[in-house]
């Protein structure tokens, strides 16, 4: 597919895109001035073939998202797994190659439209804040459980981006000292206890040691090389004992970090997303059990809640800075 044309070449109604990028999907969302998606386009992230391989699928979602003649190209917004600052792909640790990709300046020189990038998790929580469960709210934190585990926060109704770009890695925080090792390099990070990767290399682990017990696992993945976090909800959802207590572990490292979340923060919302809120709701209340239980007294008061916008909430996210950005009308 040939990349997306100038927004100079089009005729219609300012047209403002979020593009979502993760470590196994992309989702490309044409998104109006109340946050809703017109027209959403995914795919897969080729991610093993690096930044060039994801840059031309980046661009070939845009040109299927713009189809149609009701929209002029005026603006791209990015929401990137990873470290960004300055419209810079600084590093990811669940996409290889990306070091110092200087990603918006790329996509604006394809597209020829104001290019805005930001973290995956930052957009999503500026989505919340715009359109979505903390809508009206200025201290809010947006954690995002996925392959990969990061926060997006909003202080006084500003994003934090910290120094260098990495606000929000609270995936990196340790929460076992010498802990298992983490795709960063750490040990002990809460993403390798409670991101998908984790669980699912967990799920595999535990499927091989108690074949018998791992029975319902082996049924669903056929070997246990198979097992990922989408097996591993189903056969929770079945009400496996042993994937039960895979997740139950996961939501109980979850919420020893959200009560330090909590506190550092003290968010009026704690907003839970991602691929593995959606599949794994028991996350949720984990959370909000261990905030309550644990938490100080002052922060107790936050509200834990899943995300309203479901997984197109990266995407909503991006397309509001890409818009604001191109100062396009609200």
Known sequence: MAAAQSGSSRTGRPLAIGIDVGATKLLVAAVDAKGKALRIVQAATPAADGPDAVVRAMLDAVTACQGG??????????????QVSGGVVRSSP??????????????????????????????????????????????????????????????????????????GELGHVPVVAGGRVCNC??????????????????????????????????????????????????SCAAGDLLSQGIVAEAGRMLGVACVGIVNAFNPEALILGGGLAQGFPQLVADV??????????????????RTRLGPGAVAIGAADLGRRKADLPA
């Open 69 to 82: 003649p009701d929209g002029t190209l005026a603006s791209v917004g990015i929401g990137f797994a990873g």
């Open 94 to 167: 669940n996409l290889a190659g990306w070091h110092d990709v200087p990603l918006a300046t790329r996509l604006r020189r394809r597209l020829e439209v104001p290019v805005a990038l930001t973290n995956d998790a930052r957009a999503a929580a500026w989505a919340e804040s715009r359109y979505g469960q903390a809508r009206g709210l200025r201290d809010v934190v947006f954690l995002a459980l996925g392959t990969g585990i990061g926060a997006g926060i909003l202080s006084g109704g500003v994003l934090l981006e910290g120094a260098a770009g990495s606000a």
């Open 185 to 234: 390099g750490g040990r002990g990070c809460l993403e390798a206890y409670a991101g998908g990767w984790a669980l699912a290399q967990e799920a595999r682990r535990a499927a091989r040691a108690h074949p018998r017990a791992g029975r319902a696992l082996l049924a669903l993945a056929g070997s246990p090389a198979r097992i990922d976090a989408r097996v591993l909800a189903r």
């Open 288 to 305: 909000r059990r261990s905030v309550r239980a644990a938490s100080l007294a002052p922060a107790r008061r936050v509200r834990v809640l």
